[in-house]
């Protein structure tokens, strides 16, 4: 006893030649001669000019910084560490009064350790 396969195969084996031609002129109709290079980029178009873009602004950002850094550098190197815990102080206690806290009930902050430098200290043992 046959297959339904097989039963299929041999009703319809005249038709593959004729599906093979077939196929084959479908084929050739959508084969394509090589590509230039036009072809190739003018799909990117709006790709390349979304990376141009992106590029031309990093560029402006890049030109748009100040012209002498080493000048700001130079004044915020001018205030000392105590100078810095008094602006910060100031600064909580600003922030607390914008949140409506009475100034009287803010903790006090313990002062922070300031070493001595080496200079300041006395030598301990006379040198002979």
């Known amino acids: 006893m046959k297959t339904p396969s097989e039963i299929l195969l041999e009703r319809h084996a005249s038709a593959q030649s ?18 230039s290079w036009r072809e190739r980029v003018i799909p990117l178009r709006w790709h390349l000019a979304g990376m141009t873009a992106v590029w031309l602004l990093a560029a402006v950002l890049q030109f748009e910084r100040p012209s002498a850094p080493s000048t700001l550098v130079a004044e915020n190197n ?3 560490p105590r100078d810095f815990v008094v602006a910060l102080l100031e600064n909580r206690r600003q922030l607390l009064e914008m949140i409506d806290a009475a100034v009287g009930e803010v903790p006090p902050v313990p002062q922070p350790f ?5 200079s300041e200290l006395q030598a301990a043992a006379a040198v002979v």
Not at 18 to 32: G, P, T
Request: aromatic content about 4%.
């Open 78 to 80: 001018s205030s000392t």
């Open 114 to 118: 300031v070493p001595r430098r080496r």
């Open 18 to 35: 004729k599906l093979n031609v077939l196929r084959r002129s479908v084929v050739a109709q959508f084969a394509k001669p090589p590509q």
